[in-house]
């Protein structure tokens, strides 16, 4: 029973972070590693506000988000917008992809530091609920905010006119195109879905556990892993899958030794590739 | 009136010229049919009319004006439509959202236009919440089409909107596409049913190694021998 609520703990920010990988994966035709830096920083943007600024937990979270964006969008400016000019290909926009998580986490280091750090909140007893499962107050705010983003998200990508042309530029940019969308202005947006996506997911996991330069590079697995199960591209999948992957992930910690847990995305991850490549929620006949 | 022309086109990817300076032109309500073997250029000479392949040589006009290194963005927005050969859908969106995007520049209300395009493709009627990716090839087509027709476009520029089609669903489409040219809609059609559409057209063009081979009124290319034998299958 604790297993099963650990999982859907990390379910959920698995969930909520692997919503702007999909999207912007597709975007910019590879599994963006930068986005590992992405998540670093939200976590830490947070922190400096929150630790050192004086700021409540909630604002510094709200205030690190168009930071975060801000930041996406102008390395969006610099790098990728003049190789999608070009049709540079995946295998470009990998290896610039690689780069910029190797030069943003070492940014990281030189801003922040290597220690371990953690937000200064009073540490607070876990509640003890049948069955005797145990849940801090913070995971408890984390599982509810989690799913009350994944409600907003929601109703932004299937209600709102921008959100139905950014899942629809993840499908086809080329259509998009053609059917009149302005896809720069929606990658732009992207980026900022991106970013919430990737701030809440890292302060998430910071609150969780704490903040170190390499928990963006932890979580990447499990990401790439849920991204490819609910199928590149698609933000429902992508929810889904992180679900899935994370209770997969703490529950196979009853059987086998924790150190083992990202081996469960991956081996998930590489069944996924063998059986149905398109995911499991896959992405139709065309694409 | 002459709605849409395009002259001495000359394009290709990279560089590799594949059009060396091909002409067509439709006119106002016109239904116009392009053939031609595999290879033949037809569907480089649709995207270079659209800005999807840019134009090297030639100009292309749209109601006088040119068009050339507008973005496909902006041209949708002058009033053509344009339905590629491929990928011409968007698989993980429904039927409704897929119609929705076809119509996403309009700021008005687009439900007569959508009543219209459920009333030519009704068989979409009842797939309305489904994910278009799910769907027949046929009805992926029919979804494609009706996509631009939600923007009521003075012309729609199709490219094998019957590939992969069994014959009388191939036939059904083509006698919807011609339902749509008789409301008033200009067509440029590039067809491997090449009979057929030519006998739907009012004029037609043979293109063949990324030149105009035929040009002429489609009874005239239907009897023209060499026409019959080459390209429409003896
Ligand atoms: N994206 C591309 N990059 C490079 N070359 C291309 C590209 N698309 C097409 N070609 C080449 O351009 C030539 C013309 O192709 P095109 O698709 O225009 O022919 P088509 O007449 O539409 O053929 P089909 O009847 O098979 O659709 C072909 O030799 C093709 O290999
Ligand atoms: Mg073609």
Partial sequence: ?287 | MTLLSAEDIVSGYGKVEILHEVSVYVDEEEMVSIIGPNGSGKSTLMKTIFGMVDVWEGRVDFQAESIVDIPPHKIVRKGLCYVPQEKNIFPSLTVEENLDMGAFIRKDDYSEELERVYGIFPALLEKQKQVVGNLSGGQQQMVAMGAALTLDPKILLLDEPTAGLAPNLAKMILDKIKEVNETGVAILIVEQNAREALKLSNRGYVLAMGENRFTGNSRDLLKNEEVGKLYLGG
């Fill in chain 1, 1 to 287: 029973m604790q297993l099963i609520v650990n999982g859907i703990l990390m379910g959920a920010i698995i969930s909520i972070g692997a919503v702007g990988l999909t999207l912007v994966s597709r975007i910019l035709h590879f599994f963006y590693f930068g986005y590992a830096a992405m998540l670093v920083y939200g976590a830490y943007l947070t922190m400096t506000l929150f630790n050192d600024v004086g700021l409540p937990l909630l604002p510094s979270v709200l205030i690190s988000l168009p930071l975060l964006s801000l930041l996406a969008i102008l390395i969006d400016k610099i790098t990728f917008k003049n190789l999608r000019e070009r049709g540079t290909g995946p295998f470009g926009m990998m290896v610039v992809g690689i780069g910029l998580e190797l030069f943003l986490r070492s940014s990281v280091r030189l801003l922040w530091g290597s220690d371990v750090m953690r937000y200064d909140l009073p540490i607070r007893r876990a509640i003890v609920f049948p069955f005797n499962v145990r849940i801090t107050p913070n995971q408890l705010v984390i599982i509810s905010a989690a799913f009350a983003l994944m409600i907003l998200l929601h109703v932004f990508l299937d209600q709102t006119k921008i959100g139905k042309a950014m899942r629809a530029t993840a499908d086809n940019i080329d259509l998009a195109r053609v059917r009149g969308i302005d896809t720069e202005r929606v990658i732009t947006w992207t980026w900022v879905i991106a970013s919430i996506s990737a701030g809440f997911a890292g302060f998430f996991l910071a609150l969780d556990t704490r903040l170190v330069p390499i928990m963006g590079w932890k979580l990447l697995l499990p990401l790439f892993a849920a991204v490819i199960l609910g199928g590149v591209g698609n933000p429902y999948g992508a929810l889904a899958g992180g679900m899935i992957i994370g209770i997969s992930q703490e529950v196979s910690a009853g059987f086998i030794t924790p150190t083992y847990k990202p081996a469960v995305a991956f081996v998930i991850m590489t069944i996924t590739l063998l059986i149905k490549p398109s995911g499991l929620f896959g992405r139709g006949g065309q694409g």
